[in-house]
């Protein structure tokens, strides 16, 4: 018998910008350099850009593509659920260690 987690994989942000846009709006969307793969509909704990956990969000779209300077990067689109609490982000940003 094994333990499942709800979250099987996690968001972090490089841009404090982006970060706040998300937890201002409730919406929000970030750029990753790179083909990367992020499963619509699942929700993951976002990570600050310095590894804290911050909240959990909802991935609403993918899109990887080759932009005009010919860079493979991957937009992500995603849904805030809500912020984690004090005691949840603590825990979330220990098992990330």
Same mark, same amino acid.
């Given at each position: 018998?094994?333990?499942?987690?709800?979250?099987?994989?996690?968001? /972090?942000? #490089?841009?404090? *910008?982006?970060?706040?846009?998300?937890?201002?709006?409730? #919406?929000? #969307?970030?750029? /990753?350099?790179?083909?990367?793969?992020?499963?619509?509909?699942? /929700?993951?704990? =976002?990570?600050?850009?310095?590894?804290?956990? %911050?909240?959990?969000? /909802? %991935?609403?779209?993918?899109? =990887?593509?080759?932009?005009?300077?010919?860079?493979?990067?991957? *937009?992500?689109?995603?849904?805030?659920?809500?912020?984690?609490?004090?005691?949840?982000?603590?825990?979330?940003?220990?098992?990330?260690?």
């Amino acid at each position: 018998m094994g333990f499942q987690t709800e979250f099987n994989s996690v968001c /972090k942000f #490089k841009s404090d *910008q982006e970060l706040y846009e998300l937890l201002e709006y409730g #919406k929000g #969307k970030m750029m /990753k350099s790179g083909f990367r793969v992020f499963p619509a509909g699942q /929700k993951v704990i =976002a990570y600050t850009p310095d590894n804290q956990a %911050i909240a959990i969000v /909802k %991935i609403v779209a993918s899109i =990887a593509e080759i932009n005009f300077q010919g860079e493979e990067v991957t *937009q992500v689109e995603m849904e805030l659920i809500r912020k984690l609490n004090e005691e949840e982000a603590r825990v979330q940003t220990a098992l990330a260690y």
